[in-house]
């Protein structure tokens, strides 16, 4: 029993070691003071943290990353709330079918969810790359801002919600002085992750981003075709520490076994 427990204890730290060494030693590297990736560096400098700044497209395409991760949240949350609401609420012909439709995002591959979005919403609609852009962001993450909110409304007692309408208040009314508090860990958690899946997605900004228009893991992208020099791992880190302080807030606002229900 000792043996198994001993055993178990060692194939925990490989795989461990397995996800969390490449993130390490991305970490490490990024202090390397020389124009080429050295592990483990010569010595320790923050020259490369700086030249992210210096190159302008960097600081340009994150403004445009954070821009479009917003507004493609507040158009997810009018969409996906009114959804989840009524997902979880009725029951009514088709409602399985049209869950699946709102979950299929995920389902789809990246590559061909782009390659449809440009297809239509470019080359056939004529939309500009910047609107194409946004409602692509926007499906990718409708799917997780309905998931999360669901899962919360699946612990919310809709007798609460019957009693508020018996003593007068409209079903509006209770709808945003009600339901929309009880679930509010919810619908913040369900932001913060679907902010995340926008902000790093490469697949949909691949096909959807164009001239003068480009998205931080673009950007990322392109530099890497050209240069070796450790500024894309000093950008990692500090993505590394943008997710986990999100992560870290999920955490704190739901608990992480909240997902697994």
């Known amino acids: 029993m000792q043996n198994k427990s001993i055993g178990l204890g060692l194939f925990s730290l490989c795989v461990f070691v397995f996800l969390l060494g490449p993130l390490l030693i991305i970490s490490v590297t990024s202090f390397e003071p020389g124009t080429v990736l050295k592990f483990p560096p010569e010595s320790f400098s923050l020259r490369w943290y700086r030249n992210i700044f210096d190159i302008e497209m960097f600081p340009k395409t994150f403004k445009t990353s954070m821009i479009v991760s917003l507004l493609g949240n507040i158009l997810s949350l009018l969409l996906g709330v009114p959804a989840a609401y009524a997902l979880s609420r009725f029951k009514f012909r088709g409602r399985d079918l049209l869950n699946a439709i709102f979950l299929s995002p995920v389902l789809i591959p990246g590559i061909v969810l782009g390659f449809t979005m440009l297809k239509y919403l470019i080359v056939l609609y004529h939309l500009p790359i910047y609107l194409g852009l946004l409602i692509g962001h926007t499906v990718i993450m409708l ?59 490469v697949d949909i900004s691949l096909f959807m981003t164009g001239p003068g228009v480009s998205t931080l893991p673009i950007q990322m992208l392109t530099y890497v075709e050209n240069y070796f020099d450790p500024t894309i ?25 909240y997902f697994t229900k």
């Not at 609460?160 to 003593?167: C, D, F, T």
């Not at 791992?233 to 076994?257: C, P």
């Open 143 to 201: 799917p997780f801002i309905i998931r999360v909110i669901s899962s919360s409304l699946s612990n919310f007692d809709f007798a609460i919600e019957e009693a508020s309408m018996s003593l007068g208040a409209g079903r509006l009314k209770t709808f945003f002085k009600v339901v929309l508090p009880n679930i509010r860990s919810g619908i913040i958690a369900g932001v913060l992750i679907a902010f995340l899946e926008s902000f790093n997605n």
């Open 233 to 257: 791992a000093a950008i990692s880190v500090l993505l590394m520490v943008i997710t986990g302080v999100l992560m870290f807030a999920i955490e704190k606002i739901m608990g992480l076994a």
